[in-house]
């Protein structure tokens, strides 16, 4: 009995303390990786050179990936995209009316949002990870991540092309200071995709496969400062240091502009077309940043720059700064 009770003891602690650390040992196999991320540390895990294992479960925000030798299961951070099947039916019932759609609607969005992470994900990619325990029913551990394709993070195009909803467990992207940031970017990219009718948000009229009419800048979570990690091993994974006490912003696709001021100030009164500039050159007039000159472009098209007073964020102070900038 005294050595039962010992294997009772030794299961429980296991089930308490020890499931994580051997988890741990089995997938990530290196010692050069921090297991402190594992327990609520600031550092991000970097895996290079992902790429997508097809699998019956994959699907719009979450999938199996291999990273070098070893397989992983990860979790979107800050998106949910619709079941695909019917498996989990008060989930369903759920995103159908977050869409304010049908649960067979509901489901081909789902089916559609797979589509396109395959798509996305057909190139080699770009994973960051706490490894925090994302849960699931699958037997392999699945993580919460942010996921860096060739095109920007990956939950904010599922987000802009009607494919997912804001939702789920949240964390701090790499070189920023809150998640408030990338929520509300993600906010503003969910109502641009409502307003455009594209995905989910346009599946009743067809527009199940649209694409936005503009397609923003996507996010590069890449830490500004280097890591300050040892050299890891081919197929390992990097520790990257914390980067919020950085102040580093997030890094856009597009080339970010230094004498964008400068420019702003040679930009000559009445010469834009609200309703054919591109977003460059909205953002030359001083008083339109990305965030604005984003829903401009959402809001064409329009009859005349008076209109510019319907667009969400400008005021009448801000109209009077740009009004004399527009056709």
């Not at 790429?51 to 979107?76: C, M, Q, T, W």
């Not at 990870?129 to 990956?154: C, I, N, P, W």
């Not at 890891?232 to 230094?258: L, R």
Request: hydrophobic share 35%; with cysteine.
């Amino acid at each position: 009995m005294r050595q039962g009770g010992r294997l009772i003891l030794r299961s429980s602690i296991f089930s308490r303390v020890g499931v994580s650390t051997l988890i741990a040992l089995g997938v990530l196999g290196t010692g050069s990786v921090s297991l402190r991320a594992r327990d609520g540390s600031r550092q991000w895990i970097v895996l290079k050179d992902c790429r997508l294992i097809p699998n019956p479960a994959n699907d719009g925000d979450s999938f199996h990936v291999s990273a070098g030798e070893k397989e992983y299961l990860f979790r979107l951070y800050f998106v949910d995209a619709p079941e695909t099947d019917e498996m989990t039916p008060g989930r369903l019932v759920q995103q159908a009316k977050y869409f304010g759609i049908t649960v067979p609607q509901a489901i081909e969005v789902g089916r559609r949002a797979k589509e396109f992470v395959d798509e996305k994900l057909a190139t080699p990619f770009t994973i960051f990870t706490h490894m925090s325990d994302a849960m699931g029913q699958s037997r392999l551990e699945r993580f919460y991540a942010f996921v860096q394709t060739k095109d920007g993070d990956l939950g904010e195009q599922l987000v802009r092309n009607g494919l997912a909803r804001v939702y789920g467990f949240k964390a701090t992207p790499p070189g920023l200071k809150s998640s408030r940031i990338e929520l509300d970017k993600l906010q503003q990219y969910e109502n641009e995709a409502r307003q455009e009718k594209v995905g989910a948000w346009g599946v009743s009229a067809g527009r199940l496969n649209a694409v936005p009419q503009t397609p923003p800048a996507f996010s590069s979570f890449v830490p500004e400062e280097k890591s300050r990690s040892q050299p890891t091993p081919a197929n390992s994974p990097a520790v990257v240091s914390p980067t919020p006490q950085s102040n580093a912003p997030i890094k856009h696709s597009s080339p970010v502009k230094p004498n964008r001021s400068h420019a702003k100030e040679k930009t000559p009164f009445g010469k834009i077309d609200l309703n054919t500039a591109t977003e460059k050159e909205l953002t030359t007039v001083p008083g339109i940043e990305h965030v604005i000159a984003a829903r401009i472009i959402a809001a064409r098209p329009f009859r005349s720059a008076d209109d510019l007073k319907r667009v969400s964020g400008i005021g009448d102070r801000k109209y009077a700064q740009i009004r004399p900038y527009f056709q």
